[in-house]
């Protein structure tokens, strides 16, 4: 009796949570940027959610200075980034996971490297976590309302074309 | 039961009250597995698993809402790969957390990740390729009571595999930047910060009156001119012996550490200066534990990560309890139209990084409170490990880009490795790498990398020469050879071949190829890699921290992906 009580116990409870999850949590097609600090390169703190392009897209790039395809993906972009800009006005925001092993690297490096892009800081992955970045580097496109309607893992030489063509069919 | 779904009904009516916001919460996260076979191979030294297959996978699920955010991570050891700690052994959900953030405060409960500083004293976070995931257990809370002025402090236990550190710990870190709490347009940027972490074990030694409070502070500074930055660090902590009632390891010795970075940049050309010395440092989650399970700081590793193989095959790693270490880089890119810049422009990156031993042997050798390390020795110290290199990136045309890399590395064998001193003495390598990319039409690339490290043994080894048939210790490996081709089709496809060569082994049975061949599928937020082949034994780092990684032979398989 009291086996089977408890059984039903566990009925309800999986049903209820079935109706709460479908009822709650909807997936919605565009996802919105966690509520997470990074730095910027001269040490304040920024809120990810306060990114901002006048309505045009933003490309997020995580990276780090010890990853070679990141950094070929933004020198690739970076020698084409003005054109990017007059045809779709988009920005790209460069995130930087290097931890404190190599951060201060990091400015010396995107200035030599003469880099228009706008760089914060990650230092101990709270953003790369809280947007379920695994490996760098990896690319979200945002559109003019910060919500994330594209992403891509990795980079080979080309893949540049096709992110261009995404933020095309954003573009205003 | 009836609590239980009492509770559920709770949740699940505060959550209707948010009824005119309901579809705007969302579900995120990422999953991730990692299979591997392992099949003998006696050549390599290659050990067959019982299991035939390993597999590690992890799901992270995040639910977000506005300023609340609450998630967890499942994770999947069945049985853990090799090169995991046997710890890591079955199935769990060994990270939860709730967090939510109103009008400048932050509360989190659960599982979280913090560093103090640049992680001196303090810092929890996951390597996963490492096997590395000391997250917290417990309440943090960060405040920013005013502009400009950040608090933060926390409670918990550290996590070590499937279980929690005996130790608590209680932290807490103020930073103060000054021109933004004063709104001020000063061209001097000042940031100033303080931490302080306390990690109470009980003491359960008899005899000796160790602390069950020990504690550890640092004090930092941030200054920022123009083009100029300058970042410096003094970490210091209490004594700290173990319970176990022998000479070595009750030791009463303090320790200590800094760090010293300047940094110089401006369009086209940077430098980075730093220096760092480390006394007795290591600082664990429980005092009577070895293993980096129970790492509860950060000391950064002071030398260039390095990501092509065998610039990486003799990597340095830190030695918390006692070194001295500098490093200098300079990046410069020769503009385009010059000589040596040609039609694109050059990028040049040069590295230098040295670490030796503490004049006199650190802290805890020398178990006197009287005993303090010279502060800077160089000279007849010695040497742990050294790199000399330069980077040189040009695109030739707009089909051909090109990255050179040269390098001398010093690398004391022995003590990095942890060999009696003679064994192997120090290795000194030369390494010459050739990267070539060629785009053969749109989105078609093929890559092409040629390493080569010459590598001769210095110092103490001559006694050992020809004799290890006798039972002394092997020669080192010698010299090898590394070739990879890899073929790409954008946006979705890769596929790769390498083959690290050890044709310069002195033992001729092992002059041994070590080819993997990969392929790869990506689409998206997902990716599928599978690949064949063999991998050498050998100390594999991310970021600054390494690990030991065993002679495999198989397939394996890996599947990401986000949502």
Not at chain 2, 192 to 209: A, D, P, T, V
Not at chain 2, 440 to 445: A, D, E, F, R
Request: hydrophobic share 35%; aromatic share 12%.
């Amino acid at each position: 009796m009291q086996l089977k009580k408890s059984k039903m116990n566990k009925k309800t409870i999986f049903s209820f949570l079935a109706i709460a999850l479908f009822t709650t949590f909807s997936f919605s097609q565009n996802r919105a940027l966690p509520n997470k600090d990074v730095k910027t390169l001269d040490g304040s703190n920024f809120n990810i959610t306060n990114l901002e392009n006048d309505g045009n897209p933003i490309v997020i790039s995580f990276w780090a200075t010890w990853c070679k395809p990141c950094k070929k993906e933004l020198n690739n972009i970076a020698e084409i980034y003005e054109d990017w800009q007059d045809e779709t006005g988009v920005k790209l925001v460069a995130i930087s996971i290097d931890d404190t092993r190599s951060m201060m690297r990091v400015a010396p490096y995107v200035n030599a490297s003469d880099w228009d892009y706008e760089v914060y800081l990650d230092s101990n992955s709270e953003l790369k976590r809280a947007m379920g970045v695994q490996t760098v580097p990896h690319t979200f496109l945002l559109n003019g309302k910060n919500e994330i309607v594209w992403q891509h893992k990795g980079y080979v030489d080309g893949d540049e074309d096709e992110l261009l063509e995404q933020i095309q069919k954003i573009a205003k | 039961m009836k609590k239980i779904a009492s509770l559920l009904m709770v949740f699940g009516a505060s959550f209707s009250g948010f009824s005119q916001e309901l579809n705007t919460g969302e579900i995120h996260g990422d999953f991730d597995l990692n299979l591997q076979s392992y099949q003998e191979d006696e050549l390599i030294g290659a050990t067959a698993a019982n299991e035939v297959i390993l597999n590690n996978a992890y799901l992270n699920l995040n639910y977000i809402k506005g300023n609340f955010a609450t998630g967890l991570r499942y994770e999947s050891y069945l049985n853990a790969l090799a090169d995991y700690d046997s710890e890591f052994k079955g199935n769990g959900i060994p990270y939860k957390y709730a967090t939510y953030s109103v009008d400048g405060l932050e509360v989190t409960v659960g599982n979280y990740y913090e560093q103090l500083g640049s992680g001196l004293i303090f810092r929890s976070y996951e390597e996963k390729g490492l096997g590395i995931d000391n997250a917290m257990d417990g309440v943090r809370l960060k405040y920013s009571p005013t502009q400009g002025t950040y608090l933060k402090t926390f409670i918990g236990k550290s996590r070590t595999h499937f279980t929690y550190s005996d130790g608590i710990f209680r932290g807490a870190d103020l930073e103060i930047n000054t021109n933004e709490l004063l709104s001020s347009e000063n061209k001097i940027k000042t940031i100033l910060g303080g931490s302080f972490i306390s990690r109470y074990q009980e003491r359960s030694n008899l005899i000796f009156k160790i602390p069950q409070n020990v504690s550890a502070y640092a004090g930092r500074l941030n200054l920022m001119y123009g083009s100029w930055n300058y970042y410096g660090e003094y970490a210091y902590k209490i004594n700290d012996p173990s319970n176990v009632l022998s000479a070595s390891k009750m030791n009463y010795a303090r320790g200590n550490a800094i760090t010293q970075n300047i940094t110089f940049s401006k369009r086209g050309f940077g430098v980075s200066a730093e220096i760092h010395r480390t006394d007795n440092m290591t600082f664990k989650s429980d005092r009577d534990k070895d293993g980096k399970a129970y790492l509860i700081n950060y000391i950064p590793t002071l030398s260039k990560p390095h990501a092509y193989s065998l610039l990486a095959l003799y990597p340095c790693a830190t030695q918390a309890d006692g070194e001295f270490g500098m490093q200098f880089d300079v990046f410069y890119k020769m503009k385009k139209g010059t000589f040596l810049g040609g039609k694109y422009g050059t990028k040049l990156a040069f590295n230098y990084s040295r670490i030796n031993g503490l004049n006199g042997g650190n802290s805890f050798l020398n178990d006197n409170t009287e005993h303090s390390p010279m502060l800077i020795s160089i000279e007849n110290e010695e040497l742990y490990f050294q790199d000399i290199n330069l980077e040189i990136n040009k695109k030739i045309n707009k089909k051909i880009k090109a990255n050179f890399v040269i390098a001398n590395q010093t690398y004391n064998k022995d003590f990095l490795e942890g060999h009696v001193k003679g064994d192997y003495g120090v290795l000194n390598s030369t390494i010459l790498i050739a990267d070539i990319s060629f785009k053969i039409k749109k989105g078609h690339s093929l890559r092409m990398e040629l390493q080569m490290l010459n590598s001769k043994q210095l110092e103490d080894y001559s006694a050992h020469v020809g004799s290890y048939e006798n039972g002394l210790e092997e020669p080192a490996e010698g010299d090898w050879g590394m070739g990879l081709l890899e073929y790409t089709i954008s946006p979705h496809w890769f596929f790769t071949v390498q083959d690290m060569y050890n044709y310069g082994n002195e033992i001729t049975e092992k002059q041994l190829h070590y080819l993997n061949i990969t392929a790869g599928f990506i689409k998206g937020a997902n990716r599928f890699e599978i690949g064949y082949g063999k991998k050498r034994e050998g100390i594999f780092c991310v970021g600054g921290v390494c690990k030991l990684v065993p002679s495999s032979n198989g397939f394996n398989l890996s599947i990401s992906s986000s949502f």
